[in-house]
């Protein structure tokens, strides 16, 4: 053996462990078929768009039972081999063909991107290709990348053991996982204090999941780690703002780059119903920018009107003269203000409408905590003229809100009185938005400045471009205290 030869055979022991074996159960017994050369075989399907019948392992999956456990690929080649279906509802995987093929065959470049619409198949056909760069690309360091090490495990990591689960070894909390035998270091990328965890090791392949979501300097550090000859980095995306570095610096700039790109949507997958595409639609309403992004899997800003569909029509069914008189659950939220008015609502749900009405609203400015106290009593624990005890009080902490709160305690020591959850103000749009859109929410008339404002909700178009998109802070009291009751709501 020549040295180069004897130096190559040291590297591949050290970089690979072997791993189990993927069994097919046959009417004459056990067949144990390679990970690897059951991957092979699913890719050369991949580009003939049918299963080759002229391979050894076609006997085999002609006569192979079912078996789950084996994952996905293994099902998917059974199927074919016996000429069945695959099925929506088991949660099977279809052959790729057309552009889901192309991006498993043809994404070689050194930069590779599945972006597109949410449930699209992007991650699952930029895992395919993972798997196959595990399998056969070139010995060396290779690392998986998300927002964090739990997303990074839920999006990547149990579908990867979903897909050929004999190829993947991982335990929930470690840094690392096997893949075909070979380590695969796990990391975090959602702030730019882990860039320092990026430098030093020089990466032959690296796999990204949302990447919008990264901090830009943990990808160009990331970039600069896949130093050697036919090193490969694959990512995953939804689209975000048209400024966002990622689109700014890669995407527009593809034909200056080794840069492949792949743009999915919907029906790019086979695997959805009608019925659950139906669903993402309404979770994602037609004219927002959720919509846009999320659905046809456009690099759109967020601009305009934030609830574009919302009208006070009655027929659109969004502002109803009177509520219902099943009203049997109340909650309150305040929004609090110092130099803006503090906004208090009443929602009660219908059990016949199976949806929650704001059946009162209240305004106030600039008064002693006690006189809001006082206030909140006589406009939010009645309604028509009967007394109701809230099942929850939600009460924005910020600007002095803790102070209000405090003061509620106090006076009403029996009442569930809570600081507002707060997380991220556009997901949290988002998601009152979808229920707005799909009328678990709905407004009474009456409460005129609530309807008013959410008519009027625009984004600010000065955030275009920052870090963070956000409403345009004006005329948005009833805004807020409608994210910081659905906060709640919809965790009850």
């Not at 203000?337 to 609502?345: A, K, S």
């Amino acid at each position: 053996m020549n040295v180069p030869a004897f130096l190559n055979s040291i590297r591949k022991t050290a970089d690979t462990i072997n791993e189990p074996a993927v069994i097919a159960t046959l009417p004459s017994g056990k067949v144990e078929i390679s990970p690897k050369e059951l991957l092979d075989y699913f890719v050369a399907a991949i580009r003939l768009g049918d299963i080759p019948q002229d391979h050894k392992l076609y006997p085999v999956f002609c006569q192979a039972e079912e078996d789950k456990d084996q994952g996905q690929i293994f099902g998917c080649l059974r199927k074919l081999a016996q000429g069945l279906e695959p099925s929506i509802e088991e949660g099977d995987l279809f052959l790729p063909r057309g552009k889901q093929a192309q991006s498993i065959l043809e994404s070689n470049d050194r930069l590779n991107l599945w972006y597109g619409s949410i449930r699209s198949s992007k991650t699952i056909m930029s895992l395919i290709k993972w798997l196959d760069r595990c399998a056969n690309g070139p010995p060396g360091r290779r690392m998986m990348v998300g927002n964090t090490s739990e997303t990074l495990e839920l999006n990547c990591i149990e579908p990867l053991k979903d897909l050929l689960p004999a190829a993947i070894r991982h335990t929930t909390g470690w840094r690392h996982c096997i893949i075909f035998g070979r380590k695969v270091v796990l990391r975090g990328a959602n702030d730019v204090g882990q860039e320092k965890k990026f430098r030093g090791p020089t990466l032959i392949d690296a796999y990204g999941d949302e990447v919008t979501t990264w901090a830009k300097p943990v990808f160009k550090m990331l970039l600069t780690r896949l130093s050697r000859p036919g090193s490969w980095f694959g990512g995953t995306t939804n689209p975000d703002q048209p400024l966002h570095w990622l689109n700014v610096d890669y995407i527009e700039r593809v034909n200056e780059l080794r840069l492949k790109l792949w743009h999915f949507v919907l029906d790019d997958n086979p695997g959805l119903t009608a019925e659950y595409k139906a669903d993402l639609v309404r979770e994602n309403p037609p004219g927002t920018v959720y919509y846009l992004r999320f659905i046809l899997g456009l690099w759109v800003a967020a601009e305009g009107r934030v609830y574009s569909f919302f009208s006070t029509d009655p027929k659109d069914d969004y502002v109803v003269n009177e509520a219902p008189d099943d009203l049997v659950t109340w909650m309150v939220s305040i929004d609090y203000g110092q130099v803006h008015p503090t906004c208090m609502g009443l929602w009660g749900y219908s059990l016949s409408k199976k949806c929650w009405y704001l059946v009162k609203e209240h305004f106030t400015n600039d008064k002693p905590n006690t006189i809001y106290s006082q206030e909140f009593g006589r406009e939010m624990l009645n309604y028509n003229g009967r007394p109701i005890i809230p099942l929850s009080v939600e009460v924005d902490p910020g600007g002095g809100g803790l102070s209000l709160i405090k003061q509620l305690k106090a006076d009403y020591p029996k009442l569930s009185i809570r600081s507002a959850e707060k997380a991220d103000v556009v997901k949290e749009l988002q998601d009152f938005g979808s229920a707005l859109y799909t009328h678990l929410v709905r407004f009474c008339a009456g409460c005129k400045r609530t309807v008013a404002e959410h008519a009027g909700y625009v984004w600010d178009e000065k955030s275009q471009g920052a870090a963070k998109e956000q409403p345009l802070k004006q005329n948005d009291d009833s805004c807020d205290m409608a994210r910081y009751f659905w906060n709640r709501a919809v965790r009850l």
